[in-house]
């Protein structure tokens, strides 16, 4: 069964910094393209970024709000995929889904979210 | 970016009815075209891939049709389990965008 159970979400400043993690199980994480979405409250869905496997070469990719400032990396030893955050706005407060995106197609699997705040 | 614009945004439905919701995709986008349930306080869940393919374990009653900038998708036989919210998504071009979201509230 696969699982993806985000974390590091919280509260945080406008300008500070997050790093949201997510831990894969149940499917070869190394093989599958992984991606963020985010949902802000009461809002529709919203594609942050991916990253690729390493037979793709683990390139990123990003959506216009969040690119220079968010970056999308994994490490296939661990079953990790991450989410760093920098220079956050308020525009940025939103439930963050990790994903399986295999091969840039439909989205698979779901996480269960996790909340980030940016307030002051 | 290729904009998704679903219609309608609610239906107010009652159960055993059959359910239409399209989805206009301003530039073509192939049949690159899912589309995803969201309950309340739930995560999304994949309901249909690349237009009409249908997923292990989700009802027969969803289906999916449509190309080029056109798509729908359709519930046969409502019941009271599919109140949700719908949206589409495109994996055409960068960014992969969704649709609005269509309201599914049964009587």
């Known amino acids: 069964e696969v699982q993806l159970v985000e974390s590091g979400g919280g509260l945080v400043e406008p300008g500070g910094s997050l790093r949201l993690s997510c831990a894969a199980s149940?499917?070869?994480?190394?093989?599958?393209?992984m991606s963020w979405v985010r949902q802000a409250p009461g809002k529709g869905l919203e594609w942050v970024g991916r990253?690729?496997?390493?037979?793709?070469?683990?390139?990123?990719d990003y959506a216009a709000p969040v690119k220079g400032r968010f970056t999308v990396s994994r490490d296939d030893s661990k079953n990790m995929l991450y989410l760093q955050m920098n220079s956050l706005r308020s525009e940025d407060t939103a439930m963050y889904y990790c994903t399986t995106h295999p091969g840039g197609g439909q989205i698979d699997n779901w996480g269960q979210g996790t909340l980030v705040t940016v307030s002051s | 970016d290729t904009v998704l614009t679903q219609s309608p945004d609610f239906q107010s439905v009652t159960p055993n009815e059959k359910v239409t919701i399209t989805c206009r995709a301003s530039?073509?986008?192939?049949?690159?075209l899912h589309w995803y349930q969201q309950k309340p306080d739930q995560s999304p869940r994949l309901l249909i891939k690349?237009?009409?393919q249908s997923i292990s374990g989700v009802p027969s009653r969803f289906s999916g049709s449509g190309s080029g900038t056109d798509f729908t998708l359709t519930i046969n036989s409502l019941e009271a389990e599919d109140a949700a919210v719908y949206y589409c998504?495109?994996?055409?071009?960068?960014?992969?965008?969704f649709g609005q979201g269509t309201k599914l509230e049964i009587k």
């Open positions: 690349y237009t009409s």
């Open positions: 990253v690729k496997s390493k037979t793709n070469g683990v390139t990123t």
């Open positions: 149940g499917f070869t994480f190394s093989n599958v393209w």
């Open positions: 998504h495109q994996s055409r071009s960068l960014p992969h965008t």
């Open positions: 530039q073509s986008i192939g049949s690159s």
